[in-house]
């Protein structure tokens, strides 16, 4: 009989952290939700079990917009784009903790810590790594849209996930991830900016910005591809 | 709208797990469920709500419901609890499957066909059973029974299509 995985430490991860995200006073606890919410996911995902993954979705959406703004907010941006970040955020934040009060949350909780381990005959990275390889083929080599690769290192993310639940060496995603990661913040960032609408010139500016990251990252598309071929 | 109250496939006993919301389906329990969605199947009968009790023996069965999905799992924990707690209005989806366990399931069934859950005994679910239901909406007395489904009925119509 082959090794099983049990989800319990993330399990336990997710319950703290929608304590002290419902809390409010520490940013982490936000953060914290949507990382435990993207492990269980991956984790259902690599045994090709399907209950339980909308509500995790629907916990990390409830905690996505003050998450995005928690992080903007630590941002060099102008004083009256901060002001209404802080708008936004004092906005985003009640739906968030209406989110959390909802019998649905602790119920999430604890389906997962109910569910049996993942056993050796479920494992199967095919589905998270086709996801994977369909993102990177949407990605115009040539002339690589930001918000492409932006997706690209989302998919990513489950792929290291999965290997990190199976103990596998997931270092060569990590780093495609991490060189990813200044781009994916530079598209949040942007998106923001335009959704405040007052500062064209910024906006035009971070647009030059993501071109010049999405042109730094045509040139590792290869290794990837190989990367994720290697984990068939 | 239609909705399916199911009850949960075969468990292993009580004290078999760590407690009792971690009793898990035995493989014979699992195996003859598979016949009975086999049998769902063989109705024509999809879904585009899965909704189900946070216990594992009913998320298992849920589980084993997936492919009759099409639209989205959500856990209530008043499926594992008392009926009358239920938010009858987030069964909102046309045909919606409820996962739960006894006696909620009955309570559940005589909330919706007679309007209390003073008949809760009169609806008999076997381990593995449904309960169709529809009506205009699901709320106290608004909806009428379509067909109840034992595993042993369902599993004969899966083996009478094949």
Redesign the interface.
Known sequence: MGRSIASSAWVRRLRSAIVVARRGEDPEGVHQVRVACRRLTAWLDLGG???????LK?LRDAAGPVRDLDVLLTRDVPPAMKRWLDREWKKARPALEQALDE??A???V??F????PLRSEELDMGALLDKAAKALDRVDGKAAHPEELHVVRRKLRPVRFALEWQKKDARAIAEVQDALGALSDAVILHRMTAQWGKDRARERALEAELRQLARAAIPTLPAIRATLKGLR | MEVFLVRHAVAVADGAARTDAARALTKAGRKEFAGCVKGLEALDITFDALVHSPLRRAAETAELLVPLLDGRTRVDPALADRADGMDLSTIAGERTALVGHEPYMGQLASILVVGSSDAARRFAFEKGGVLWLQGTRAAPGAMEIVAMLPPKVLRALSSGRS
């Open positions: 079990r399907r209950v339980g993954r909308d509500d629907w019998p649905r602790l119920a999430t604890r389906l810590e109910n569910m049996g």
